[in-house]
């Protein structure tokens, strides 16, 4: 099905682009997991990333024009809208974010004491720290993508992965992480 | 460590914080495409503007013919399953007719449930339109929620859950619905705002669904007059408002 979706990539793009909005579903279909996963990362919280992910669809429907019709950047365009949306998510409820993913309390060191020390070292990250190191390791999105995602240079961009890395590693060069 | 190493291990990583999307997530936001217009131009909107007008000159020269005895009928939202029309009743019911019930005005009304599921799921909405009062009927999947409340309001501005937004809706007054241990998301793929077109109940909006919280704004034309009762077989709450 992925596959016949890429095929009709570009019909599918005329036909969003005309106000058709089961063509942009089908459109952004194949990139919802990775947003999904890019929001979890990014809040640390399952439920609220599908919540951020179906909300950030809506506003890229209605931003479509802004694209206009560049299917090679539809995906980092796509992934800088739910990582604005996942930021929206935390301002609103700051509460809720920072009970699960900046303050970690006793009670979460100890359930996650069984998970790797990555794990918990990414944990210690802020959100923003998270995301060029998911756009670009977990993702697996170019350089290029990841710089459009972000909004930034590439050259930012790649600063931005080797700081957030070497915060993981502090003994990576950048030769190891880009 | 090689990149190579480092790269898997963050993938591992961040598996565990993520896990997967349930398989609901397409669905859901394919749904929640179809109930939402695209923003276009000035010219559409003037467009849509002069078929909304002249939409509402047919709708008032329907209402308006005396010959018209059928109620209106609000289709439910795409995928749902075609069901009569809250006017005509539609299931068989022990529990007491809500014309058997005063109107009430302004003031405040709670419902609690016996035996409630863990998360009460909407399944459908209706409304429709008779002599005197114009009616809404929320019906759920699996049994009474855990609670209902109704709270008139002297304006149509209504919080979006989650988001914080003010959405005002059509007419002068409105009528808050909360329902506790509930979920609109579920089993309910209708339209989240319904334009009525009547005298009394003007639009009804889903403005939350959030933590087992549904929110759902009614628009009325004028200060809330209605009466609500809880109806059984399937469990549903249904709301008349009042008209003149």
Same mark, same amino acid.
């Given at each position: ?42 809040? /640390?919280?399952?439920? %609220? %990333? ?14 479509? @024009? ?13 992934? +800088? ?25 006793? %009670? ?38 990841? /710089? ?11 600063? @931005? ?18 | ?93 022990? $529990?007491?007719?809500? $014309? ?7 003031? +405040?009304? $709670? ?14 909405? @209706? ?29 149509? /501005? ?33 339209? $989240? ?52």
């Amino acid at each position: 099905m992925l596959a016949a979706v890429m095929e009709q990539r570009p019909q599918l793009m005329v036909s969003a682009a005309a106000g058709d909005a089961d063509s942009f579903a089908a459109l952004i279909e194949p990139l919802l997991d990775q947003a999904y996963r890019l929001a979890a990362v990014m809040l /640390a919280d399952r439920p %609220a %990333a599908e919540d951020a992910v179906q909300e950030a669809s809506i506003k890229a429907w209605r931003k479509l @024009r802004q694209l206009r019709g560049d299917l090679t950047s539809l995906r980092p365009w796509f992934l +800088s809208i739910v990582a604005n949306e996942c930021r929206m998510t935390r301002r609103r409820r700051w509460w809720s974010v920072l009970k699960l993913a900046d303050v970690p309390s006793s %009670a979460w060191r100890s359930e996650e004491r069984d998970t790797s020390n990555l794990h918990q070292a990414l944990l210690n990250l802020s959100p923003e720290e998270r995301l060029p190191l998911v756009l670009h390791f977990y993702l697996d999105l170019p350089l290029a993508e990841v /710089a459009r995602a972000l909004r930034v240079s590439p050259a930012a961009a790649k600063s @931005r992965i080797f700081r957030a890395a070497r915060r993981l590693r502090s003994d990576l060069t950048l030769e190891e992480v880009i | 460590m090689t990149n190579e190493n480092f790269r898997r291990e963050l993938g591992h990583a961040f598996d565990e914080m993520a896990g997967s999307p349930s398989a609901a997530l397409p669905d859901r936001v394919r749904s929640s495409l179809a109930n939402v217009p695209e923003q276009k131009g000035p010219y559409w909107i003037a467009g849509v503007v002069a078929v909304v007008i002249a939409l509402v000159v047919i709708g008032v020269l329907f209402v308006g013919n005396p010959l018209n005895h059928q109620p209106a009928k609000i289709v439910p939202g795409a995928g749902a399953i075609p069901t009569p029309s809250a006017a005509q009743s539609p299931s068989p019911c022990s $529990s007491p007719t809500p $014309s058997s019930q005063p109107f009430v005005c302004a003031s +405040s009304t $709670s419902f609690t449930g016996q035996q409630p599921p863990p998360s009460a799921y909407v399944d459908a909405v @209706r409304t429709g339109t008779h002599t005197g009062y114009d009616r809404l009927t929320i019906e759920f999947q699996n049994g009474q929620p855990q609670s209902i409340q109704l709270q008139p309001q002297a304006n149509t /501005a209504f919080t979006r859950d989650g988001i914080g937004a003010t959405v005002n809706l059509a007419g002068n007054d409105g009528l808050l619905v909360t329902i506790f241990s509930g979920d609109a998301h579920t089993a309910y793929s209708g339209p $989240s705002d319904i334009k009525t077109g009547y005298t009394g109940l003007l639009e009804v909006r889903l403005v939350g669904d959030f933590e087992g919280y549904v929110h759902i704004g009614l628009g009325l034309a004028k200060p809330a007059c209605y009466r609500a009762v809880i109806m059984t077989n399937p469990a549903r709450l249904v709301i008349d408002i009042q008209t003149p």
